[in-house]
């Protein structure tokens, strides 16, 4: 069974400091490790994906994450956060099948 | 772009009544889903369907059925509401390959009390 782990529910940073959202996943062969993030009432929008190649991935409003396959890690970073970064995020990962398996989500306050 | 389209977006439900949840997508994906999201436990998935005319289980599908009404269209059925799917219901749909980026509508948000 895949699984994936969001060890921190809340993150708070100064706004204009590092911002790090951690995940870590369990999963049969290559993982498709993805980012989501959930404004208050919305949806979800999609961030970045890990599926193959560099382990560093960018992706929308500034952020980026790192694939560490011996970690079993795909942490979410952005160098500078800003307070609209206020939201919920959400790691998910795919094995070979159909199903997204999605962790219970981190909430980030960036405090100004 | 309207992308995945849910409705409705609010509905509040008396126990043991039925509705339906409708879901459309204008991006010509083969795949579409059923999730619903309940604090502290992130999304998990209802029901799915890989292609028109085919729907598959998730991981909680019991006190539900799906209808693949056409490539565009994913209802979700509750045919006796309970207390227990007081949720947010997130329809998504993708392309096929698990590569792929899955997108999401704005929500529905269902009490049933």
């Known amino acids: 069974a895949q699984s994936v782990a969001q060890p921190e529910d809340q993150v708070n940073v100064a706004e204009g400091n590092p911002l790090t959202v951690k995940c870590t996943y369990s999963?049969?062969?290559?993982?498709?490790l993805f980012w989501y993030v959930q404004y208050p009432n919305r949806g979800l929008q999609f961030l970045l994906k890990?599926?193959?190649?560099?382990?560093l991935v960018k992706g929308s409003y500034g952020f980026e994450a790192e694939f560490n396959k011996s970690q079993t890690s795909f942490h979410l970073k952005k160098p500078s956060a800003l307070v609209s970064d206020s939201a919920l995020y959400f790691c998910?990962?795919?094995?070979?099948?159909?199903?997204?398996?999605f962790g219970a989500g981190t909430t980030v306050t960036v405090r100004a | 772009n309207a992308g995945v389209t849910q409705t409705p977006k609010f509905q509040v439900l008396k126990t043991g009544q039925s509705m339906t949840l409708q879901c459309a997508q204008d991006?010509?994906?083969?795949?579409m889903y059923w999730y619903r999201q309940d604090p502290g436990m992130g999304l998990r998935l209802i029901y799915y369907?890989?292609?028109?005319?085919?729907?598959d289980k998730g991981e909680v599908p019991n006190g539900y059925n799906v209808s693949r009404l056409n490539k565009r269209e994913f209802s979700l059925r509750l045919e006796s509401a309970a207390p227990s799917q007081t949720s947010v219901y997130f329809c998504a749909s993708q392309t096929g390959g698990s590569g792929n980026t899955i997108y999401f509508g704005e929500g529905s948000w269902l009490t049933v009390v």
């Open positions: 369907s890989a292609s028109e005319g085919t729907t």
């Open positions: 890990y599926i193959t190649g560099d382990n």
């Open positions: 991006m010509n994906h083969n795949s």
């Open positions: 998910a990962v795919r094995g070979g099948d159909y199903k997204l398996s």
């Open positions: 999963v049969s062969g290559n993982p498709y």
